[in-house]
């Protein structure tokens, strides 16, 4: 498989994956612009390993997370409870529980956000999204759980608050 | 309302699903590929010669082991000055030798004064299977003027750290502050090294990962303060809002990826030169541009974007197709001042 077959066939699948790593539907791009610029040069050694999704989706979610922890430090933090208040004026009920569902994720860590990713979007068995994270099942597991029992939590809070 | 997976599987779909076109994808980093290929036979033979000439100057100083930390100096500092540290945003005043682990992304900046070294890697190479989060690191060395560092103190150092142990140690020959301890919520330990390399100046090398204590302090012993390196971006500005100046830049070796802050009494406005650059300098505008976008006073077309589309309370925010950039502004500057700024940049002769 040459780079512009794997680009064709599995770039959208990339592009898709990263918009739920990021907010920002324009930084999804760039990141998936940043993953296929590191993994072209290297593009023959991944393929030898027979895995190419697999390491081309360790180096979108690594760089997400380097993304992340240089701009953690200088962006502001942000009352992300502001946004939680879905609008029935505007939205269909199913519209606006997606809303507060979206934020949730929004609001996990990196790890836990692409563990949650991967499980339930890209439907991956724990294995797999493992040997993805270069963790072992039991951090994944660890992952799925933490962010699972927050969002249930800060949900159960939603209600509360809307009560 | 409790969560049920199956909504959030539907919120996952609705999120990740909209429009995806893997031709405007590969479009956008194809012709810049080809290009690649026919400047890295003239690149490589220019590349050996500078490496050559290089690698001369700079072998005899570097210890044996490690892995190299990418990004050459730029030029020789034979009278290091510690008035000057952090008085430029594009100038760093320092070099560094050998990382103990192989290093992903590597990082040079300045940003309100003060000059840092950033490195992200693991402990293990990048393409061990076994690669876990425990093996993660993060390094970050800064030099700054001792009239705006403040004096370290072992009881307060770091302040996030938990059971946060100190003891002294030497760098260089000079007296250091070797503070350990762990992150919070986290099995991450992290070390904090502080010490004066030369008279006025403060370096602090603070590394978070399974690095030990006498491998950052062999790297905080490679510091050296006789070169400097620019901090060359892909764009210069031209023009700024009153009162504003350019009071940051920060590249990341092997790549044109960077951003510079300016910074008013209004608030910030940051450049950021995007990953597709490394393809697309010079190159004219990709597949996906639309023709009808509107121009700056340089001539670039640009887009304007949702300022509203993240969390950080952007109050402008536009995209640069050509060359690959997106500006935007916080605080109180908005459209007009992205413009103002956007419209002068020009390429910089890197």
């Known amino acids: 498989m040459t780079f512009e077959e794997y680009v064709l066939a599995r770039g959208p699948a990339l592009l898709r994956l990263a918009r739920l790593l990021v907010d920002d539907v324009h930084r999804a791009d760039d990141l998936v612009q940043d993953t296929l610029v590191r993994a072209y040069p290297r593009w023959s050694r991944i393929l030898r390993a027979d895995q190419p999704d697999l390491y081309v989706r360790r180096i979108l979610i690594n760089l997400n997370v380097s993304w992340w922890r240089r701009r953690a430090s200088r962006e502001i933090p942000v009352d992300l409870g502001a946004d939680l208040r879905p609008d029935s004026a505007d939205h269909g009920p199913q519209a606006a529980e997606r809303l507060a569902l979206w934020e949730r994720v929004r609001a996990l860590p990196p790890r836990q956000r692409a563990v949650i990713a991967l499980r339930y979007y890209e439907d991956l068995d724990d294995d797999r999204i493992s040997e993805i994270l270069g963790c072992s099942r039991v951090t994944v597991r660890t992952h799925a759980m933490r962010a699972l029992a927050a969002m249930r939590i800060q949900m159960h809070d939603l209600e509360e608050a809307h009560r | ?350």
């Open chain 2, 1 to 350: 309302m409790t969560m049920d997976l199956e909504n959030l599987k539907g919120t996952l779909r609705a999120r990740a699903e909209a429009d995806t076109d893997a031709e405007e994808l590969l479009a956008r980093i194809g012709p810049a590929r080809r290009r690649r290929r026919a400047r890295r036979a003239i690149g490589a033979m220019a590349a050996v010669l500078a490496l050559t000439g290089l690698v001369a100057v700079l072998v005899p100083r570097l210890p044996l082991g490690g892995y190299a930390v990418p990004g050459a100096p730029s030029a020789a500092n034979p009278n290091p000055d510690s008035a000057a540290i952090g008085a430029d945003p594009q100038t760093i005043h320092f070099g560094v030798g050998r990382f103990p682990y192989p290093v992903r992304t590597t990082t040079w900046a300045v940003l309100d004064g003060v000059e840092r070294l950033s490195l992200w890697g693991n402990t293990v190479t990048f393409d061990d299977p076994q690669a876990h989060d425990d093996t993660e690191f993060f390094a970050d060395l800064t030099l700054t003027p001792v009239t705006t560092s403040p004096t370290p103190n072992p009881t307060a150092l770091p302040g996030t750290l938990q059971q946060p142990h100190s003891s002294p140690a030497t760098v260089g020959g000079q007296p250091a502050l070797v503070v350990t301890g762990k992150e919070p919520n986290s099995t991450l330990g992290a070390t904090r090294i502080t010490w004066q390399p030369m008279a006025g100046a403060r370096a602090e090398l603070s590394v978070r990962g399974p690095v030990p204590v006498d491998k950052a302090l062999a790297f905080a012993g490679t510091l050296r303060l006789d070169v400097i390196h620019r901090c060359n971006l892909l764009v210069r500005t031209t023009a700024l809002p009153d009162g504003a100046h350019v009071t940051g830049c920060s590249t990341m070796a092997d790549s044109l990826r960077g951003d510079l802050t300016i910074r008013g009494p209004q608030g910030t406005i940051s450049i950021s030169v995007s990953a597709v650059a490394v393809f697309d300098r010079g190159a004219t505008a990709g597949v996906g541009d639309a023709p009808q976008l509107p121009t700056l006073a340089n001539g670039w077309p640009y887009e304007e974007l949702d300022p509203s589309a993240n969390t950080q309370h952007f109050t402008a925010y536009i995209r640069i197709p050509n060359p690959y950039l997106v500006v935007w502004a916080q605080g109180g500057f908005g459209l007009n001042d992205v413009l103002l700024v956007a419209g002068g940049l020009e390429l910089s002769s890197r």
